[in-house]
């Protein structure tokens, strides 16, 4: 007799349709019309939305926590910039290529890296993983501190570009609409995933790794894939977030704090939901936005207060308050 168990349902699961998703799409659609002269904040706030859901991919349907996902969006940022530089591109390309190509190869690097990464951390329980990412983010930042092709500690400038689909890719019309693109891209792959079999076998791993292997489910495999996918898109959201700088350095993009915001954007507003890691990084992006405005010198403690009391009163991220209190309704009725 074969045994047969229902995956359990993740966090805010009825949270995660496509009506919802469809509703935050057109709310990041309309947002140059109505705020066009904060192009700054739109773009950084949908880059990051990309990079948290990115992240709850292993983050949240695996329930692998990640703190080095920073070295990730390094390497795409890295990649594409260097190899756009001519003075950087190694010879045997034969000059600098294209924004977009320079992109496929860093997401095709950070995906070697999540598959030889995950293949030999995932085989251990507990803590381990999350430690060895923060020791590879931290590796991986010493190596561009410490060379004179990605610029030492000086980092590096981003060469002109040339023109994608008639987009001036300096211009922040344009960057708004690639990483909005972006964000639909994140939100159409996490929709495909929760209805494959892969997200089923990703629920199952991360409720009971050892009732997932009875079943015949491979707890290393389905982890190392969740992890090539995050790596892969959180590689893409590194190209445009060079884009968007145009100029950066190991200290302020490899660094612990990068990774720990990606991860605080998924985890408060729902880690293993659909939209919760895009409502999370919008959330904070205006609180922080709005604190460092009205607040000044107090922004920060305020900010750590918003999170204290998220984590300690919703465990389950912005997205499990609506789900409770929908569950709550219905009971009522």
Do not use: C
């Amino acid at each position: 007799m074969t045994a047969s168990v229902t995956p359990a349902r993740p966090r805010a699961l009825t949270f995660g349709n496509v009506w919802i998703s469809l509703a935050l799409i057109a709310v990041m659609a309309v947002y140059p019309l109505l705020f066009g002269k904060s192009m700054n904040f739109g773009v950084s706030t949908l880059i990051f939305a990309g990079l948290a859901m990115s992240w709850n991919l292993l983050g949240g349907w695996a329930g692998q926590t990640s703190l080095g996902h920073a070295a990730l969006l390094g390497i795409g940022a890295y990649t594409m910039t260097i190899l756009a530089t001519p003075e950087r591109v190694p010879a045997f390309l034969g000059g600098p290529l294209a924004p977009w190509w320079g992109a496929l190869i860093g997401m095709a690097l950070a995906a070697l890296l999540a598959l030889v990464w995950g293949s030999l951390t995932f085989r251990l329980r507990g803590s381990y993983f999350t430690l060895s990412t923060i020791a590879v983010a931290l590796v991986i930042r010493l190596v561009a501190i410490n060379s004179d092709w990605t610029g030492g500690s000086e980092g590096l400038f981003m060469p002109e570009l040339p023109r994608f689909l008639g987009l001036d890719l300096f211009d922040r019309q344009a960057e708004y609409w690639l990483a909005f693109a972006f964000v639909i891209l994140t939100l159409i792959i996490t929709h495909a995933v929760r209805r494959s079999r892969l997200g089923y076998a990703l629920q199952a791993v991360r409720e009971d790794e050892d009732g997932a292997r009875a079943l015949g489910i491979d707890p290393t495999r389905m982890k190392v894939i969740a992890f090539v996918i995050s790596a892969v898109l959180t590689a893409l959201g590194g190209s445009l977030y060079a884009i968007y700088l145009q100029a950066f350095e190991p200290h302020t993009l490899l660094e612990l704090p990068i990774s720990v915001q990606i991860a605080l954007m998924a985890i408060i507003g729902g880690r293993g939901s659909i939209q919760g890691p895009a409502i999370g990084a919008i959330l904070l992006a205006v609180f922080g936005e709005v604190f460092r405005t009205v607040f000044a010198n107090a922004n920060l403690l305020i900010y750590g207060v918003l999170i204290l009391a998220v984590t300690l009163y919703a465990p389950d991220g912005i997205t499990g308050l609506f789900t409770r209190g929908g569950r709550k309704l219905g009971t009522a009725r």
